[in-house]
């Protein structure tokens, strides 16, 4: 059966021609554009008629692959027919983001035209300064005490406004925040953009690592129009790439982490309690705010990570948005931790605390069973723990690092500790104990540093002591 969807002023036909011994769906394509001067009714009428025509042609083998279609409307199809299936929510909202840009340069180029010098020139493009489409704006004033003097909040302003609590959050902590976000909060405080916020990074050009963002999704794309046999190959292996300076995870020391934990030893039960186990854990922001009650094991000290809670603003191409439940990271993300005592006890203190708080509110109490809940025990929001933490890093003048830092300095400790890199994998949810050396190579080169000093003092106290005995 041949789908139609409309395209501006032409009509692009596709027809399922079957499965291919490796099984991926071979597709066909065809783009109709009606004459001047038809009625609607014509229009329809014809439509219809050429995808008859075109589907019989694929069933009769008379219509090749073809790849005349356009790389905008190809990735058109790549969200409908692909993406939607077999890409992560997440995943299809970043790609979405790069959309304009790329079809700005490349959009209006046959799928079979593209060649690896079209895609170095543009990524080129987008290392030059004044590439960057999506600029930052910084608070020049004290949004906090503004949003105090006119009796607002984040919260309200976020949903008044449609933007997100935690950007308007971010933002009334001094961080830079999008336009979008920058124009609501003006809106709430009834003030101008210019004498609130100022532009920074526009002449920044965009990082290596932000390209090869662009690339992983143009090579998605054509990737797709390769097993769709539209064309023969994909230009994006052949491009050539910036090359990404690799920087070391920010994480803590010992004695940083331990002031760390005497400093949230005063914060308040939720947020302490959800500090303290990412530190024991490792886990990742997403996988925390995933945590439900039955994933932990009392009796055998045991946390079961199986499950991801994250932000998903809304999107064209994906059916859900807001938070929403997701796998993990990958296949091997799915993992059992084997956790201390002490944080086990901590999380029974925890339980009897949200128990506490779940009778206070009554019916309004939403049982989601999850661990870390809002005031009303709905999924709490990953920005949430991020805007908090990076307020509790202010305010005890801590060294600057984010949520993820804690997950690094579980590494990192472990690390330091002599523990085998299979077992840090493991605990990590990494693919392979490969993955860790390359996150850590800085932390792995200082604990082999400190091996090979120990092993010296060993090695030459022995050789003393083999003196004097002698």
């Known amino acids: 059966m041949a789908t139609i969807r409309k395209r501006n002023n032409s009509y692009q036909i596709a027809v399922s021609c079957g499965y291919s011994a490796t099984g991926e769906q071979i597709r066909r394509y065809m783009t109709y554009t009606p004459d001047p001067g038809m009625t609607a009714k014509q229009i329809k009428k ?35 027919d692909y993406a939607a299936s077999a890409l992560k929510a997440k995943t299809i909202v970043g790609y979405a983001a790069l959309v304009p840009v790329v079809n700005a340069a490349l959009g209006h180029m046959r799928l079979d035209r593209i060649q690896p010098h079209h895609l170095n020139a543009f990524y080129k493009n987008l290392a030059e300064k004044g590439a960057r489409r999506r600029v930052t704006y910084a608070p020049t004033a004290d949004l906090k005490a503004i949003a105090k003097e006119k009796g607002l909040t984040a919260t309200g302003i976020g949903r008044n406004q449609s933007v997100g609590a935690s950007s308007v959050r971010a933002a009334f902590n001094g961080s830079g925040v999008y ?33 090869r963002h662009y690339h992983r999704f143009l090579s998605s794309v054509l990737g797709v129009a390769v097993k769709w046999q539209i064309i023969p190959s994909n230009p994006c292996a052949r491009a050539t790439l910036p090359k990404v300076k690799k920087k070391p995870a920010k994480y803590l020391d010992e004695q940083e982490a331990k002031q760390l934990l005497e400093c949230v030893e005063q914060e308040d039960m939720q947020h302490k309690t959800m500090i303290k186990l990412l530190m024991y854990t490792g886990l990742r922001r997403e996988e925390l705010c995933g945590l ?10 045991v946390i079961t990570v199986q499950r991801s809670s994250l932000y998903i603003p809304k999107n064209d191409y994906i059916k859900e948005s807001g938070i929403i439940t997701d796998t993990t990271k990958n296949e091997s993300s799915v993992r059992s931790i084997k956790t201390p005592e002490s944080a086990m006890q901590m999380l029974k203190d925890y339980k009897a605390w949200q128990a506490q708080r779940q009778l206070l509110i009554g019916d309004r109490w939403e049982n989601h069973n999850r661990l870390f809940t809002t005031a009303t025990g709905s999924p709490i929001h990953p920005d949430t723990i991020s805007g908090w933490f990076a307020d509790f890093i202010k305010r005890h003048e801590l060294p600057h690092v984010t949520i993820h830092s804690l997950r690094h300095t579980n590494a990192t400790l472990m690390i330091n500790s002599h523990i085998p890199l299979t077992t840090i994998a493991a605990r990590l949810g990494h693919a392979n104990p490969t993955t860790t050396a390359k996150i850590y190579t800085h932390a792995i080169k200082t604990a082999d540093a400190v091996a090979a000093d120990q092993l010296n003092d060993i090695l030459s106290g022995s050789y003393a002591h083999h003196t004097e005995s002698a």
Do not use: Y
């Open 292 to 301: 439900e009650w039955q994933d932990i094991d009392f009796e055998h000290s």
């Open 179 to 211: 336009e979008k976000t920058a124009k609501a909060i003006c809106a709430a405080f009834d003030l101008p953009l210019s004498k609130t916020f100022k532009i920074i990074g526009a002449d920044v050009p965009l990082s290596a690592e932000t390209i």
């Open 46 to 80: 014809e439509v219809e008629r050429q995808a008859v025509l075109f589907e019989e042609s694929c069933m009769n083998g008379l219509a090749p692959a073809t790849g005349k279609v356009k790389l905008s409307e190809f990735i058109e199809l790549f969200f409908n």
